[in-house]
C-alpha cells in the first residue's frame, strides 16, 4: 500500500522557521514530480510548489517564493518542504502529492496525497 506521511508541522511565530517532510512508502516515485499544497480552514485547497523527479527544478506560488523552498532525497524517497519567515497567512494543513495527472507545475491533479500536518502561525 502506497503512503506519504507528512511530519514537520506545528506552532510557530511570525518570523521563525519550520521543515516539512513527506515520507514515501510502499513505492517509490523517483520518476514522478512531488508537490506540496495547503488547505486553510473555510478556504480551497491551494498549490504551494513542486519539484521535478531529479529535484533540479522547482515551481512556486508567487505568495511563497524566496520564503519556501522545496528539496527531495531520492534515496530516503522523502520530500521536504523549508519554510522561512513564516507570516500568519501561511497557516493550514499542509499536503504532499505525487504524481501529476495534468501539469506538474502549478497544476492540481495528483494521484497520491498524504493526510496532511498542520501549520500554525502566530502573529
Known amino acids: 500500500q502506497v503512503q506519504l506521511a507528512e511530519s514537520g508541522g506545528g506552532l510557530v511565530q511570525a518570523g521563525g522557521s519550520l521543515r516539512l517532510s513527506c515520507a514515501v512508502s510502499?513505492?517509490?516515485?523517483?520518476?514522478?514530480?512531488m508537490a506540496w499544497f495547503r488547505q486553510a480552514p473555510g478556504k480551497e485547497r491551494e498549490f504551494v510548489g513542486s519539484?521535478?523527479?531529479?529535484?533540479?527544478?522547482?515551481y512556486y506560488r508567487d505568495s511563497v517564493k524566496g520564503r519556501f523552498t522545496i528539496s527531495r532525497d531520492r534515496a530516503k524517497n522523502t520530500l521536504y518542504l523549508q519554510m522561512n519567515s513564516l507570516k500568519p497567512e501561511d497557516t493550514a494543513n499542509y499536503y504532499c502529492?505525487?504524481?501529476?495527472?495534468?501539469?506538474?507545475?502549478?497544476?492540481?491533479?495528483?494521484?497520491?496525497w498524504g493526510q496532511g500536518t498542520q501549520v500554525t502561525v502566530s502573529s
Open positions: 502529492a505525487a504524481e501529476p495527472r495534468g501539469p506538474w507545475a502549478g497544476g492540481s491533479q495528483w494521484d497520491y
Open positions: 510502499g513505492r517509490t516515485f523517483s520518476n514522478s514530480a
Open positions: 519539484i521535478v523527479p531529479s529535484g533540479g527544478i522547482t
